[in-house]
């Protein structure tokens, strides 16, 4: 179980070796790297200094000034800038799907381009966003991407959208999301010292439905990785970029 991959394909590539399957929770893309702002698109476009100007902005949560920024920047560049983005991100996706062990499951983060996954995505990969799927005799129910924030990444979508793809998912005995239920010690992160969205109706499923155990990623630094609610354990599988190493679940 990996999420947050941004980037390494490297070790994605044995994430799954001694595993019946891998899951992914999203974030294949690396846009740009808050530890090492050196690596991702936005430095290779605009340098690091740049990079590193925009980290201490969002960081500070000054919005209205990244984006500023952006936009002075994006001005400099020959094209169009979903173009520019996309050609980047084809980039990087060529080198990471590939990567996939067979059987692979994985769902969409916030910073991903779904529209792009079909094209990229091998036979042994299944792509599930509001769907259901049996894994060795248990039921997982997979939602994708993250709710609408200033930060404005690719994929973010309406509350009520996402609740509706919670309430399709029905009872599940795992719960596979990019991002955690809305409760504190699991969106905060103590690095970037913000919170991040995490959902209600993943938190009101999860009271409801009383899976085995809610996965998710998102919060690269979490005040808390793990934490029960009810009867479910809640496990943020961590920031595979940084840490390579994949989280493993036996039953």
Request: aromatic share 10%; with cysteine.
């Amino acid at each position: 179980m990996v999420s947050d991959v941004h980037g390494n394909a490297r070790d994605l590539a044995r994430a799954g070796e001694g595993a019946d399957a891998l899951i992914c929770l999203g974030d294949l893309v690396l846009f740009l790297d808050y530890a090492d702002h050196s690596r991702g698109i936005f430095p290779d476009l605009f340098g690091v200094e740049n990079a590193h100007r925009l980290v201490e902005l969002r960081t500070a949560r000054r919005f209205d000034e990244a984006r500023e920024l952006g936009a002075r920047l994006w001005g400099g560049i020959d094209g169009d800038r979903f173009t520019v983005i996309e050609r980047a991100v084809r980039g990087q996706y060529a080198e990471m799907f590939p990567a996939f062990p067979t059987p692979t499951y994985a769902t969409y983060g916030n910073v991903d381009m779904p529209q792009l996954w079909s094209e990229f995505a091998e036979p042994g990969t299944t792509v599930l966003d509001g769907e259901r799927v049996e894994i060795g005799g248990w039921v997982f129910g997979f939602v994708g991407g993250g709710l609408r924030t200033p930060m404005r990444t690719p994929y973010e979508i309406g509350d009520e959208e996402y609740a509706a793809k919670i309430e399709a998912l029905g009872e599940v005995d795992v719960l596979c999301t990019h991002i955690p239920p809305e409760v504190p010690e699991l969106v905060y992160d103590t690095v970037a010292r913000r919170f991040e969205r995490g959902s209600r109706a993943l938190l009101d499923a999860i009271h409801r439905t009383r899976p085995r155990y809610s996965l998710f990623g998102h919060v690269h630094q979490p005040l808390a990785r793990r934490m029960r609610i009810g009867a479910t354990e809640c496990v943020n599988v961590g920031h595979f970029a940084s840490s390579g190493t994949p989280w493993a679940l036996e039953w």
